[in-house]
């Protein structure tokens, strides 16, 4: 029994009509940003001549790149240019994903469309929607679970990486019943999905939050939120790019993406 959970559930009641108000009012006051075009794209590496690393992104807004023009200088272009780099390795990247899409969206819309037959890298980035529609920790792992188990039997040797979750509690356009309700309950989802991924090899879940205090020191810069925040809610620019970065390194750090590519993996 997730006795958190249940104790943010008592906490919570007495937010949830204001909570339903604020969500309306913050829905009429954000405005509505496309999702970045160029969804795929090629990372050459001048170090190296092997098969290029593949690598698919899927999830949510943010990894549909919501508040940037292009996937290029977003979240998955940024990220495969660091793997290459890091790798010495050339990286063909893909996004799958949808603004709006909770995990039970990807079980059933994006999952079903991926034809690729090989990838050797995954990263999938979601959990804000769920928290959006009130999905409960044990609903989230048993989704978790399904995507996990479906892509490790079409991909056996694939890496699979969950990226940190969406920081509720940093979001500028978001009141405080808002964040305190969503953004516990979003941080709940991520210790679930944390224990979950202990379950099986190659799966990790890169646990760092999202700092925009500490990215401002590191850069030398006043933590204004519009520079982290296109809309007060979706990522700008920079952060796609810091937070691809964080990312990249995370993923390197596994053997899986040296290792040469199963000879299974050339069969036609």
């Known amino acids: 029994m997730n006795f958190k959970y249940l104790a943010l559930g008592i906490l919570s009641v007495p937010l949830l009509p204001l909570l339903y108000f604020d969500a309306k009012r913050v829905r009429r006051k954000i ?56 790798t010495s390795k050339g990286v063909e990247w893909k996004v799958y994903a949808k603004s709006g899409y909770s995990s039970k969206d990807i079980i059933e819309k994006i999952l079903p ?17 769920d928290a959006f529609t009130l999905n409960t920790p044990g609903q989230w792992k048993k989704n978790i679970i ?60 890169y646990d760092k939050p999202i700092d925009v205090e500490k990215w401002c020191r590191e850069l030398g810069i006043e933590p204004k939120p519009e520079l982290f925040f296109s809309d007060g809610v979706h990522p700008s620019e920079l952060t796609y790019q810091i937070w691809a970065k964080d990312t990249a390194l995370e993923i390197s750090k596994s053997s899986v993406i040296y290792s040469p590519r199963p000879e299974t993996h050339h069969l036609p």
């Open 31 to 86: 405005p509505q940003l496309h999702e970045a075009s160029n969804t795929e794209g090629f990372c050459k590496s001048d170090e190296s001549s092997e098969i290029p690393l593949k690598l698919l992104t899927i999830g949510e807004s943010t990894i549909a790149g919501v508040g940037v023009e292009s996937h290029e200088t977003g979240f998955s272009g940024t990220l495969a240019k660091e793997l290459s780099e890091k």
């Open 113 to 129: 469309s991926i034809d690729e037959k090989e990838v050797d890298i995954i990263v999938l980035g979601m959990g804000a929607n």
């Open 146 to 205: 399904e995507i996990i188990t479906h892509l490790q039997t079409k991909y056996p040797q694939v890496q699979i990486c969950f990226t940190s979750m969406p920081p509720i509690k940093k979001f500028p356009a978001f009141s405080f019943s808002m964040r305190f309700v969503l953004g516990n309950l979003v941080e709940n989802l991520g210790e679930e999905l944390a224990r979950t991924v202990q379950s099986f090899e190659n799966v990790s879940y």
